[in-house]
């Protein structure tokens, strides 16, 4: 059974819990989407884009070396940190450009938590010539101020929103007043597969590139199927685009990281799926960090991009069914993968790609076979260039008087409009 | 029947439109706002609409969303708004609840509708609910009776507005400019269109909430609209001058809608 319906639902999750003024935006977008989808011309478009902008095909690459720190499992990179910008977002930017250009909009809007999804789609928007509005949450524009930049030099408008929890969630729900009193001209180009019907599915479509490189690459390379494919879940994107592919294949275990933050078991985490219960955000039925009362929790993550309560319907029905399985990786463990990934292969990844590689880790570990039997793909999501200060500070790489000056530095930036 | 209905029918026999009135409950705590509640029954607001406070009000503006968040932060949890409720209608007009649906769907919404008909309420307003999303919600507030309340928009298309139609009990409410919550200074023609569309779908009455806030918009309003619907000026007035203000512009505002501009 292929999921979702026609009303956009995955079992019990999914649908659309949204303000009745975006029903008419959201019936539009899903007519243009379907359109697309067997319309020749841009199919060869949106290709055309993937291959001559975007740097498709991604590589797999056989990591020999981090191999040997697992005894001996083989793990190939899906590598999309190598792909233009930076991440696999720009994979569901440039189908939703695509779109949007289709339906006649000029101005886009978007939300981003590490940036990645920002700076695409800033990207994309000076490509087509839209005009681009990024809703940020404060403590991301601090802790990612690299992406802050790339977004500005790419000519977009980046607000910084100091409401709530100054994250992901609230830079949502910002972006989505917007759309509610904007939608005639605005297209909102959600980043991952969130939101209402067809978000999850469209975005879903617009990333399973990723899972039907990597699976034709695996055949000719290892000449079978993985045995586990790897991904952090934030929203949960560039799992769904890996996984999608596969599962049908039963033998392809799903292996999702969602992140732990200080340990799931301390409440101080961003792991809806391992520690939430069924609620709705942002338009969805999903798993949802919540209290008793039904009021979104504040999450805890070292990882902007991952630091959401919510996560993609899509994700809540493949845990229900147990096609897919779902951890949470703790900030700790997360940074020392991104350690070792750095040494064993010299690839510095995002420290959301981290959380995935360190379950990759714990996954080989707890199997009963023999690691040398074993093939792992891991999703590389994303590259660590944003977080190079992150990580500086987190191995006391840097002095604490040099801590101190880029604090200043910060603080000025912050002052100036 | 609806419990909505006497009032409707009393408004038209006096040639006017009803005073719809909304607070967060909590805001700025439980006593103020049931005080604050009771002094537009006495100013002469028809009927009160209690707003749940919730985390991420995805339709509101800056006025309501701090509200909300000022709620929580002052501890209301959900037995705080059904007490609320209760408060309120035992001065005797009709109160709904304007609830998100998360907090909601957290109760178990068959419990929810339970408690609110327990407490005295007679419908609840959904922001984020859409008709299609809602037949076992439809179901307990048939078996409660209670009235369903949802919105149309201007975007709405004429099936879809014949779609709320038949879900709604009690008035269709019409959130009648496109964006979030928030005093305007106009009241703009786009209103006025909507609500004909909406008059061609079904025979329920026409509420317009567009961010009325003081009497000569209500009365603007009243002259195309069965009920004018005012949040954010009210909650501003609670913030800055207290019950006083609300008792204030509650009754400025119920003036408005007893003299109907149809010019
Ligand atoms: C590199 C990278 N990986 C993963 C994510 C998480 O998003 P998703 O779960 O939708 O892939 C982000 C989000 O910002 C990201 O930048």
Not at chain 1, 353 to 363: C, G, K, N, V
Not at chain 1, 365 to 381: C, H, K
Request: charged share 20%; glycine share 10%; aromatic share 6%.
């Amino acid at each position: 059974m292929s999921v979702p319906d026609a009303s956009g639902h995955f079992g019990a999750y999914g649908g659309r819990f949204v303000p009745e003024a975006l029903v008419a935006a959201l019936d539009e977008l899903a007519a243009a989407h379907e359109a697309a989808r067997t319309d020749p011309v841009f199919r060869a478009e949106l290709e055309r884009l993937l291959t001559t902008y975007a740097g498709r095909p991604t590589p797999l690459t056989d990591a020999r070396r981090l191999s040997e720190h697992t005894g001996g499992a083989r793990i190939l990179l899906k590598r999309e940190d190598l792909a233009h910008t930076g991440s696999h977002k720009i994979n569901n930017v440039l189908g939703q450009a695509l779109l949007t250009k289709a339906m006649g909009k000029k101005r886009v809007i978007a939300e981003t938590g590490a940036g990645q999804h920002g700076v695409a789609t800033a990207t994309a928007c000076a490509l087509f010539g839209f005009e681009c509005t990024v809703y940020m949450g404060e403590e991301d524009t601090r802790r990612q101020a690299l992406n802050v930049a790339r977004m500005r030099l790419l000519g977009a408008e980046v607000v910084s929103v100091s409401s709530g929890t100054q994250t992901l969630k609230d830079a949502t729900n910002e972006a989505m007043r917007d759309w509610v009193t904007n939608v005639d001209t605005t297209h909102y180009v959600i980043g991952s597969v969130v939101g209402p019907h067809p978000f999850p599915m469209m975005v879903r479509n617009f990333q399973r590139v990723i899972g039907v490189e990597a699976r034709q690459q695996c055949l000719d390379l290892v000449g079978r199927l993985p045995d586990a494919l790897v991904a952090c879940v934030g929203g949960g994107s560039n799992a769904i685009g890996l996984f999608s592919p596969f599962l049908d294949d039963s033998g392809v275990a799903l292996v999702g990281a969602e992140a732990g933050g200080d340990g799931v078991e301390t409440g101080r985490h961003a792991a809806p799926l391992t520690a939430g219960e069924p609620g709705v955000l942002h338009g969805s039925r999903s798993y949802l960090m919540q209290d008793e009362d039904g009021q979104t929790l504040t999450t805890t993550s070292i990882s902007a991009g991952l630091d959401y309560p919510g996560v993609g319907p899509e994700h809540s029905y493949l845990r229900d069914s147990g096609r897919a399985s779902y951890t949470g990786i703790t900030d700790a463990d997360a940074m020392a993968a991104l350690q070792v990934l750095a040494r064993t292969e010299g690839i510095l990844c995002a420290i959301e790609s981290a959380h995935a590689f360190a379950r990759a880790f714990s996954w080989i570990a707890e199997q009963d076979a023999d690691p040398q039997d074993l093939v792992v793909i891991v999703n590389t999501s994303g590259r660590g260039d944003k977080d190079v200060d992150t990580a500086a500070r987190w191995f006391g790489l840097v002095s604490a008087e040099e801590v101190a000056r880029s604090e200043l530095v910060r603080a000025r930036e912050g002052e100036q409009p | 029947m609806s419990a909505l209905d006497d009032l409707f029918a009393r408004c038209r026999g006096e040639d006017r439109a009803a005073l719809i009135a909304y607070l967060p409950a909590g805001f700025p705590s439980y006593q103020v706002a049931v005080q604050a509640m009771t002094a537009m029954v006495e100013a002469g607001v028809d009927a009160v609409e209690v707003g749940m406070p919730y985390s991420d009000p995805l339709m509101e503006g800056p006025v309501i969303s701090a509200a909300h968040q000022a709620s929580l932060d002052a501890g209301t949890r959900q037995a705080d708004v059904l007490r609320t409720v209760e408060a309120v209608a035992a001065t005797g007009v009709p109160t709904l609840v304007m609830g998100y649906w998360n907090p909601v769907h957290r109760y178990g919404f068959a419990r929810w509708a339970a408690d609110l008909k327990k407490a005295g309420g007679v419908g609840a307003i959904t922001p984020d609910l859409i008709p299609e999303e809602a037949p076992q919600w439809l179901e307990a507030c048939r078996e409660h009776d209670l009235d369903p309340v949802f919105l149309v928009a201007p975007s709405s298309s004429d099936e879809r507005i014949a779609v709320v139609g038949r879900a709604n009990r009690g008035f269709v409410y019409a959130a009648a400019v496109m964006g979030v919550t928030g005093a305007r200074t106009e009241v703009g023609k786009g209103a006025r269109t909507l609500v004909e569309r909406v008059r061609a779908q079904t025979p329920l009455p026409v509420a317009v909430g567009l961010g009325v806030s003081n009497g000569a918009q209500a009365a603007e309003v009243a002259g195309f609209a069965d009920a004018v619907v005012v949040g954010s000026a009210l909650v501003r007035a609670l913030a800055d001058d207290g019950v006083d203000g609300v008792r204030r512009l509650s009754a400025e505002l119920a003036q408005g809608v007893r003299t109907p501009d149809r010019s």
